[in-house]
């Protein structure tokens, strides 16, 4: 069974920094790209930043580029979103995603969520 726990979020003020992370297990990730996504209240989901397991850089949305981080630790099946200079847009509840083709999203966590007040 396919699991994606994340963890990490809460509040903080706006010029802060958080952690996200999201543990990954029941089966092999190797050539999985991994996502985190966003979504605010009354907003659509919305893409943040994504990296591939089996290496390579990650890229992230213009939104959040210079601001976010995207890595992960291939030992501990973890990804992380280091997250500074948060703004009250930032504010949702954060997703991670597990993708085996690049686009499409087969597997999500459960979401944490991300308060950043002014």
């Known amino acids: 069974q396919v699991q994606l726990v994340e963890s990490g979020g809460g509040l903080v003020q706006a010029g802060g920094s958080l952690r996200l992370s999201c543990v990954a297990s029941?089966?092999?990730?190797?050539?999985?790209?991994m996502g985190w996504f966003r979504q605010a209240p009354g907003k659509e989901r919305e893409f943040v930043a994504a990296?591939?397991?089996?290496?390579?850089?990650?890229y992230s949305a213009d939104s959040v580029k210079g601001r976010f981080t995207i890595s992960k630790d291939n030992v501990k099946s973890t990804v992380y979103l280091q997250m500074n200079s948060l703004k009250p847009e930032d504010t949702a509840v954060y997703y991670c995603?597990?993708?085996?083709?690049?686009?499409?999203?087969?597997?999500w966590g459960q979401g944490t969520q991300v308060t950043v007040s002014p």
């Open positions: 995603a597990a993708s085996q083709t690049g686009r499409s999203y087969n597997y």
């Open positions: 029941g089966r092999t990730f190797s050539g999985y790209t």
């Open positions: 990296i591939s397991w089996s290496g390579g850089r990650g």
